[in-house]
């Protein structure tokens, strides 16, 4: 009798790019990819042309909060959405999970 943990242990990298077998998740691998490699180029950009353009530190930051502030209004009500939960009337809630997930990165 083989022991299968020891079988992946010994290919960690052939166990993680397993998936990379099936057409569809490569697709959906490089779409994401080259989707978050122009999300990051897009925010270096904004941000070096409004520091650039301004010289202004606080404007800086005002531009790099902006740009996460639909996530941090959104998530929590979403996350709530989806998990079919009262955003109102969660049993035991404090607001330490509200708190925990906005402050969440």
Request: include cysteine; charged fraction near 10%.
């Amino acid at each position: 009798m083989t022991d299968q943990g020891s079988h992946h242990a010994s290919r960690p990298l052939a166990t993680l790019l397993r998936s990379l077998r099936h057409r569809n998740f490569r697709l959906f691998f490089t779409g994401q990819l080259v989707s978050l490699i122009g999300t990051w180029m897009q925010s270096v950009a904004q941000s070096w042309l409004v520091y650039r353009m301004t010289g202004s530190a606080l404007l800086l930051g005002t531009i790099a909060f902006l740009g996460q502030f639909p996530v941090l209004v959104l998530a929590p009500v979403m996350a709530c959405t989806c998990d079919g939960t009262s955003w109102t009337n969660t049993p035991g809630d404090d607001g330490e999970r509200r708190v925990a997930m906005i402050a969440a990165p």
